[in-house]
């Protein structure tokens, strides 16, 4: 069966006037947060849920009326502006693996959001995949980033980094290769400019980046606070099919039991607090909430507001 990835209507060529949105701006009290769409890249939907019966992944995918092979992975990025620091966190897949060409925007949209790379001041990386890194690489950014603009991410990941375990993994080949070799690649090329952190790191004024792992070991999510509003951006922590099954293991998680604890406790503390969440993976904007439902979850999309 062939999926076709050309949904959207007459998108034209990509560029600053595409038609697609691709950015959703907030504000979280001062904070300004854009979620910008890198785009959608697809792998097989087995990759959902290395541990669950075929068939109830079949009927999750059936009940969306979505097909049963293929899964298009959204893609998220977040820039951060707080306390005059403009913060990237995460920068989109690059163009690391040739056969994703509706991913890997990142720059071009940073540009048509009128975001000069060179006014990034800091780099925050969820964890070392690369579809979180790879952007670092592209061009229009790799060669426009402040050549010393500092990366902050978890000193665990750098160190699982350098010789990575991929046991408890079900990637789909060749990923496990180009992954391994695109982050021994960032330790090597970025390895001056990295700013490890054991547990957090505030990053700017209300912008906390703590290591949650599970995901893999330095995994970390990002919670911004201020004036009373909260938002928390759970990178990999959460994909779309985790609300209904959040004890699914992902085919990217490296501890999946860990990143199953991980998940339920973040998605319970972010249901009690019912504040805004933003996810790697979840589809564009990926603003909502959680509530609980029975023994799960529910996400609750935000209204758009424009
Ligand atoms: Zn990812």
Do not use: C
């Given at each position: 069966?062939?999926?076709?990835?050309?949904?959207?209507?007459?998108?034209?060529?990509?560029?600053?006037?595409?038609?697609?949105?691709?950015?959703?701006a907030l504000r979280v009290g001062e904070i300004d947060v854009l979620v910008i769409?890198?785009?959608?890249?697809?792998?097989?939907?087995?990759?959902?849920?290395?541990?669950?019966?075929?068939?109830?992944?079949?009927?999750?995918?059936?009940?969306?009326?979505?097909?049963?092979?293929?899964?298009?992975?959204?893609?998220?990025v977040v820039v951060v502006r707080s306390g005059g620091r403009t913060v990237l966190i995460d920068?989109?897949?690059?163009?690391?693996?040739?056969?994703?060409?509706?991913?890997?925007?990142?720059?071009?949209?940073l540009?048509?959001a009128g975001i000069d790379p060179a006014s990034v001041t800091d780099v925050v990386l969820t964890?070392?995949?690369?579809?979180?890194?790879?952007?670092?690489?592209?061009?229009?950014?790799?060669?426009?980033l402040r050549?010393d603009v500092p990366i902050h991410l978890?000193?665990?990941?750098?160190?699982?980094?350098?010789?990575?375990?991929?046991?408890?993994?079900?990637?789909?080949?060749?990923?496990?290769?180009?992954?391994?070799?695109?982050?021994?690649?960032?330790?090597?090329?970025?390895?001056?400019q990295?700013r490890?952190f054991?547990?957090e790191y505030k990053v700017a004024p209300g912008v906390v980046v703590s290591?949650?792992?599970?995901?893999?070991?330095?995994?970390s999510v990002v919670r911004l606070a201020s004036g009373g509003d909260r938002l928390t951006f759970?990178?990999?922590?959460?994909?779309?099919?985790?609300?209904?099954?959040?004890?699914?293991?992902?085919?990217?998680?490296?501890?999946?039991?860990?990143?199953?604890?991980?998940?339920?406790?973040?998605?319970?503390?972010?249901?009690?607090?019912?504040e805004l969440?933003v996810?790697?993976?979840?589809?564009?904007?990926?603003?909502?909430?959680?509530?609980?439902?029975?023994?799960?979850?529910?996400?609750?999309?935000?209204?758009?507001?424009?």
């Amino acid at each position: 069966m062939s999926v076709s990835l050309e949904k959207t209507s007459h998108p034209g060529r990509p560029g600053s006037d595409e038609l697609i949105p691709s950015r959703y701006a907030l504000r979280v009290g001062e904070i300004d947060v854009l979620v910008i769409s890198d785009g959608v890249f697809s792998l097989p939907a087995a990759t959902l849920a290395t541990n669950a019966d075929p068939a109830d992944l079949a009927a999750w995918l059936d009940d969306r009326l979505l097909p049963p092979d293929v899964y298009k992975w959204p893609l998220n990025v977040v820039v951060v502006r707080s306390g005059g620091r403009t913060v990237l966190i995460d920068a989109g897949i690059g163009r690391e693996y040739p056969d994703y060409p509706r991913a890997g925007r990142l720059a071009m949209r940073l540009d048509a959001a009128g975001i000069d790379p060179a006014s990034v001041t800091d780099v925050v990386l969820t964890h070392m995949h690369m579809d979180h890194i790879g952007g670092l690489f592209a061009d229009g950014l790799r060669d426009r980033l402040r050549p010393d603009v500092p990366i902050h991410l978890a000193a665990v990941e750098t160190e699982f980094w350098a010789s990575p375990d991929f046991s408890r993994t079900a990637m789909p080949p060749p990923v496990p290769d180009v992954i391994r070799a695109l982050a021994g690649r960032f330790l090597d090329e970025y390895g001056s400019q990295l700013r490890p952190f054991e547990a957090e790191y505030k990053v700017a004024p209300g912008v906390v980046v703590s290591r949650t792992g599970g995901h893999d070991p330095g995994h970390s999510v990002v919670r911004l606070a201020s004036g009373g509003d909260r938002l928390t951006f759970l990178g990999d922590a959460v994909f779309p099919n985790h609300f209904d099954h959040p004890d699914w293991y992902n085919a990217f998680d490296h501890d999946p039991e860990e990143a199953v604890r991980v998940r339920v406790r973040l998605l319970r503390e972010l249901a009690a607090s019912r504040e805004l969440l933003v996810a790697g993976h979840l589809p564009f904007p990926s603003v909502g909430r959680v509530a609980v439902a029975g023994d799960v979850f529910r996400f609750v999309p935000a209204i758009w507001e424009y």
